[in-house]
């Protein structure tokens, strides 16, 4: 990890701060870390306790099952940042309940400084600690986790990919899946043939134009058959296509 030090960088306020870089040290992220394209610092929200025992949960009002972080805690941590307004990154929450990260959020968000990004655990945070930081709640997906850390490794992959030099050829984000409202087309490569398989006749053609035509056939029919959400929103944008 190296600090603030990079144009885009994000900071992870987290209870299992060794759990970073993990697999953002990695790939292309990783190269991309150590080439200091961006940067990365994970805050431990546990320096922040008050008591001996270095408590950062209690049990919640009006009771139930779990634990939740307790607001003093995490407010503390995330003020200890000292994110004046020369700090203009986006303060998340990562939790189940929050809006759903997107590509396109995540190419809003690569454009910007980078992130601030409080990774929750047990039932998750106090209220209050939300509010008062003005955090905007984001969720990488409709299921449980059992910590914010694998969230945040997501959505800074998310982002980091898309800074420029990340990628080598820039085309091939241009070309993915949700860019153009499409899930993608299918890829092959050698072997020509493999178990008895062959690859489509089209993509041996050399015509770029009839190549071009087939993906994005294939990519709107995968679209069509595999999110109707997807496929009526694009559908819709574009005459002549039934939904
Ligand atoms: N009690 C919470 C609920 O029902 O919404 C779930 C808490 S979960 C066990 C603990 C933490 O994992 C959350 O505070 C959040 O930071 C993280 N988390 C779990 N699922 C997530 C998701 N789908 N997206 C983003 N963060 C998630």
Redesign the pocket.
């Known amino acids: 990890m190296n600090g603030r030090t990079a144009p885009w960088s994000a900071t992870v306020l987290t209870l299992f701060p060794e759990m970073f870089p993990g697999c953002l040290g990695h790939s292309l992220a990783g190269k991309a870390l150590d080439d200091g394209l961006w940067s990365l610092e994970a805050v431990d929200i546990r320096d922040f306790a008050r008591d001996r025992h270095a408590t950062v949960d209690d049990t919640p009002f009006g009771g139930g099952p779990g634990m939740v972080m307790r607001a003093d805690i995490v407010d503390a941590a995330l003020r200890s940042l000292d994110t004046g307004p020369a700090d203009s990154r986006p303060r998340i929450f ?5 809006a759903p990260l997107t590509q396109r959020r995540a190419r809003e968000m690569a454009a910007g400084p980078g992130a601030i990004v409080l ?7 106090d209220q209050r600690a939300i509010e008062a930081n003005g955090l905007e709640e ?4 409709d ?6 850390e694998p ?1 945040a490794a997501v959505l800074i992959d998310a982002c980091v990919r898309l800074l420029p030099g990340v990628v080598g050829d820039a085309r091939s984000l241009a070309e993915e899946s949700f860019e153009r409202g499409l899930l993608e087309h299918p890829h092959y490569t050698r072997p020509q043939t493999w178990n008895g398989m062959t690859v489509p006749e089209v993509l041996l053609s050399g015509h770029h134009a009839r190549v071009a035509e087939w993906r994005l056939a294939q990519a709107e029919e995968i679209t069509r058959l595999r999110r109707p959400d997807l496929w009526a929103r694009y559908a819709g944008q574009q005459p002549g296509k039934g939904v």
């Open positions: 990562l939790s189940p309940r929050g990774c929750g655990r047990y039932e998750g945070v984001m969720s990488i997906g299921y449980v986790l059992s910590g914010g969230a």
